[in-house]
T-cell receptor, first 115, second 117 residues
Framework: AQTVTQSQPEMSVQEAETVTLSCTYD???????LFWYKQPPSRQMILVIR??????QNATENRFSVNFQKAAKSFSLKISDSQLGDTAMYFC????????????FGQGTRLTINP | DGGITQSPKYLFRKEGQNVTLSCEQN?????MYWYRQDPGQGLRLIYY???????QKGDIAEGYSVSREKKESFPLTVTSAQKNPTAFYLC????????????????FGQGTRLTVV
């Protein structure tokens, strides 16, 4: 069974700083997808970034980028030039490619951006 | 507009009652999911379905039931057997591997807040 672990329950940084959220996962699969989702106070889940395991290049989306280390089973999210609107819960998630499509989430990291 | 709709937004249940949470999507997605979120915690998978008339138990299926009679709909019933049902419930859908040869991200509804009174 796949598991996803986020070891930082809470983080806090000043506006415009860079912050990195950690995520590790455990799987015996070779082909899979990893995601970071954001849940602001509205509680709407929003996809931040996605990484296919077969791609060596790290995904980037504007100020958001990941550091994907497949051998170490690590998938961290870096937020550059953080903004007040980045304040939210952030969830790391795993989905196997093909077969039983079970989307598994970590426990989440509560990120606060201070003015 | 394409999307996934959950209703109601707030639901109150008396002890011993069954209640059903609605989830509808018009994204033509095969896969649908139900998650439970407790305060300050992550999302725990209750049930998921990859195709009509088929569904699998997730990690915390006890006290819950689902049906998937139509592609667009995946209702969740919280039965009286669920001893601690007060939580936030999220429904999601995604394109399945069988549809395109690739998975995609899950799209979420806005959630239902269930409270036992």
């Amino acid at each position: 069974a796949q598991t996803v672990t986020q070891s930082q329950p809470e983080m806090s940084v000043q506006e415009a700083e860079t912050v990195t959220l950690s995520c590790t996962y455990d799987t015996s699969e070779s082909n899979y997808y990893l995601f970071w989702y954001k849940q602001p106070p509205s509680r709407q889940m929003i996809l931040v970034i996605r990484q296919e395991a077969y791609k060596q290049q790290n995904a980037t989306e504007n100020r958001f980028s990941v550091n994907f280390q497949k051998a170490a089973k690590s998938f961290s999210l870096k937020i550059s030039d953080s903004q007040l609107g980045d304040t939210a819960m952030y969830f790391c998630a795993f989905m196997k490619q093909g077969g039983a499509q079970k989307l598994v989430f970590g426990q989440g990291t509560r990120l606060t951006i201070n003015p | 507009d394409g999307g996934i709709t959950q209703s109601p937004k707030y639901l109150f249940r008396k002890e011993g009652q069954n209640v059903t949470l609605s989830c509808e999507q018009n994204l033509n997605h095969d896969a649908m999911y139900w998650y439970r979120q407790d305060p300050g915690q992550g999302l725990r998978l209750i049930y998921y379905s990859q195709i009509v008339n088929d569904f699998q138990k997730g990690d915390i299926a006890e006290g819950y039931s689902v049906s998937r009679e139509k592609k667009e709909s995946f209702p969740l019933t919280v039965t009286s057997a669920q001893k601690n049902p007060t939580a936030f419930y999220l429904c999601a859908s995604s394109i399945s591997y069988s549809q395109t040869g690739a998975n995609t991200e899950a799209f979420f509804g806005q959630g239902t807040r269930l409270t036992v009174v």
